[in-house]
């Protein structure tokens, strides 16, 4: 049976075209050996772990948001400064430390960054359960965004080196079902906890939780050979050159393309729009629609998880169908979502009750994800093996740069502005600022199908025999 290269795991001292076979074909069985490896029960394993990180990730993210109100009482904030915390201050530090972390990644074992990150980010979200003023729960909160920059750039590398580029997409799909059921959790949770205790403990606990997901993702998940399930390209550039991935050469592969340029501004813009949502929803469905944290816990939680899941899992599915035969769905599918989304939205925020307002509020909440997935499996497939975790850290960075250090910020900035004036609607009015963002979304999205039309820049750039790309 070993003659037949499956019976037994290939090992570093197999010789190509020993035993009497042509030369090539036990590398070719090596590769398929390893890719049916990758793509097995185990690669489920990963993702799923990975996922359950991710999952814990955005919670901790998101649970300021979603206890908005206790904390604004106790604390005293304005909603500009809750937009700050939710924004600006977070972003900051998790944008701009994500792409050092890539680099890092790109060069060290992934794994042990994940666990490490992971294990930063609970405690300080532990912290934010012990902050006494606003200063203490803004360092507590830029902690948070400390540790997550280490998060999602080296889980997109991960995952790419597990599953094939046929099923990557799906794989990323089910991925990128974190946030939401993450959010999900958080408002169900969070708000239950709140609501029979206290705030404070919401923190505590699902910080807790953090550091076990730390020591998990640490003690099962095997760091990846990178490349381990692409296809290989006859014209790959020699592994010195492959070995020159910098983030400087990773942004100017986004300059100079621009799919690239378009897929994370146009990320960015919906971004904008999700996370200023988001961010007040919670705050807003309860001072304005008299909501209670208890119908939070129950009706808000259950949009969330059935609406962003479904709209993040089957924008996947249909990038994975259609991607191929029309590439230009990777900007039609998520622009065509975003006009859709429009007119709901209005009728999120200007409805009287609020069981009308989350009727509202679920089409724009499934199809206002539909960009998530097409942007990330656009980029990670546009992109050598290499350059694929500081690839998804520049996509991160410009897109919540963007998304989440601004929306929030920019909602939040004029809700105060309109205060003084409508003291008794004054986030209602101030969503509405969110419609022109839409369309901007919108704009992009469009742009990128068009281009993507012209079949170019929708698979990695060719590279000749001297190294340099076309």
């Given amino acids: 049976m070993d003659s037949h290269g499956a019976a037994q795991r290939p090992t570093e001292g197999d010789v190509p075209g020993a035993g009497g076979m042509p030369p090539g074909k036990p590398d070719e069985s090596s590769r398929r050996t390893v890719h049916a490896a990758r793509s097995g029960a185990y690669a489920w394993i990963v993702l799923a772990l990975l996922w359950l990180v991710y999952v814990l990730n955005f919670l901790d993210r998101q649970l300021l948001s979603i206890l908005a109100k206790p904390i604004q009482d106790e604390l005293g904030l304005s909603d500009g400064q809750l937009g700050r915390l939710s924004g600006l201050y977070f972003a900051l530090f998790y944008c701009i430390l994500g792409v ?113 997901a730390a020591a998990a993702v640490w003690g099962v998940i095997r760091e990846p050979r990178r490349g381990a399930t692409d296809a290989p390209v006859a014209t790959e550039a020699p592994p010195a050159a492959q070995a020159r991935v910098s983030f400087w050469s990773t942004l100017w592969t986004f300059a100079r393309r621009p799919t690239l340029t378009l897929v994370a501004l146009a990320a960015g813009a919906t971004q904008f729009v999700t996370y200023g949502t988001m961010a007040f929803t919670t705050l807003f469905l309860m001072r304005e629609k008299s909501m209670t944290l208890d119908q939070i816990a129950v009706w808000y939680a259950l949009l969330i998880a ?15 169908r259609f991607a191929r035969r029309t590439p230009r769905v990777y900007g039609y599918l998520p622009g065509t979502a975003l006009a859709v989304s429009v007119p709901f939205f209005i009728g999120f925020v200007q409805a009287p009750t609020w069981p009308v307002a989350l009727a509202f509020l679920a089409v724009p909440t499934f199809l206002g994800h539909f960009y998530l997935t097409p942007a990330v499996t656009l980029v990670q ?60 979304a919108i704009a992009l999205h469009l742009a990128l199908g068009r281009r993507l039309g012209r079949g170019r820049e929708l698979l990695p750039d060719p590279v000749r025999p001297g190294g340099t790309a076309r």
């Avoid at 300080?124 to 830029?142: D, P």
């Avoid at 609406?307 to 249909?318: A, M, N």
């Fill in 100 to 212: 050092p972390v890539a680099w890092l990644a790109d060069r060290t074992n992934r794994v042990r960054i994940l666990a490490a990150a992971c294990a930063l980010w609970s405690a300080a979200t532990v912290a934010c359960g012990m902050a006494r003023n606003y200063g203490q729960l803004a360092i507590a909160r830029m902690s948070v965004g400390v540790g997550e920059a280490g998060g999602v750039p080296p889980s997109y590398s991960i995952i790419s080196d597990y599953f094939p580029a046929s099923r990557r997409g799906t794989a990323l799909g089910l991925f990128n079902l974190g946030p939401p059921i993450g959010q999900a959790l958080g408002v169900a949770f969070g708000a239950k906890i709140a609501a029979a205790y206290d705030w404070r403990l919401a923190f505590v606990v699902l910080g807790l939780a953090g550091l076990v």
């Fill in 306 to 320: 059935i609406c962003v899941s479904g709209g993040i899992f089957l924008s996947g599915r249909l990038i994975d």
């Fill in 381 to 440: 497939n546009s992109v050598s093996a290499r350059e694929r975790t500081l690839a998804g850290a520049v996509l991160l960075l410009v897109m919540n740069l963007i998304g989440l250090g601004l929306g929030p910020t920019w909602l939040g900035a004029v809700s105060d502005w309109l205060r003084p004036a409508h003291p008794t609607n004054a986030l209602q009015l101030a969503f509405y600022s969110l419609i022109p963002f839409y369309l901007l």
